[in-house]
């Protein structure tokens, strides 16, 4: 990785239909929007980061992203980008419950594919390459608006962690997390 010379917030979309449910979702063809509450978080999101320096924000695909972006994006004055290295994992269980997925993979959560979809390893070079990319662009902030798998993969490019250290880690709805390489933290 090349000298890091922009500040990457990361932050999960706002509360989702599919998070009340408990369901998977990462078609992007899937209207998976957020809850009144998900609103709401973008929305103080939005107040939160005022201060930062955000120059553009990028978000995956999924409405979901797109829609907790978007507001963010409007109190900021900055442009929105939809990167589809951000789409959420490919998990192979999109519409079926959470537990099902983490249930089909609990043996391997790193390599382990099913229905089609892709493991933690194939998803780490998707949203991988997307970050090299990132650090070598001259902005001085940017906003990730991604998923909570997403945000584990940011922390460990960045951290220097390896997948095995992230899995399960929790990041919540609409909190900011700034993410800076292991010799700058």
Aim: charged content about 20%; overall charge negative; aromatic content about 8%.
């Amino acid at each position: 990785m090349g000298a890091l010379g922009v500040r990457v917030i990361g932050l999960r979309h706002g509360q989702s239909q599919y998070n009340l449910l408990g369901l998977c979702n990462d078609d992007p063809a899937r209207h998976v929007d957020l809850t009144d509450c998900g609103v709401r978080q973008a929305e103080a999101a939005a107040r939160q980061l005022l201060s930062e320096s955000i120059v553009h924000v990028y978000c995956s695909p999924l409405l979901r992203a797109r829609r907790t972006a978007q507001i963010i994006a409007s109190a900021l004055g900055c442009a929105v980008a939809v990167d589809d290295r951000l789409a959420d994992i490919r998990s192979g269980f999109d519409g079926r419950p959470v537990a099902d997925y983490l249930s089909a993979i609990a043996g391997d959560p790193l390599n382990t594919c099913v229905n089609g979809g892709e493991s933690l390893a194939d998803y780490r070079r998707r949203v991988d390459g997307f970050l090299a990319w990132l650090v070598e662009q001259p902005l001085p902030c940017v906003l990730l608006v991604a998923h909570e798998e997403t945000l584990r993969i940011f922390d460990a490019f960045f951290s220097g962690r390896g997948l095995a250290d992230v899995v399960g880690k929790s990041f919540a709805n609409c909190v900011p997390y700034v993410f800076q390489p292991a010799s700058e933290n």
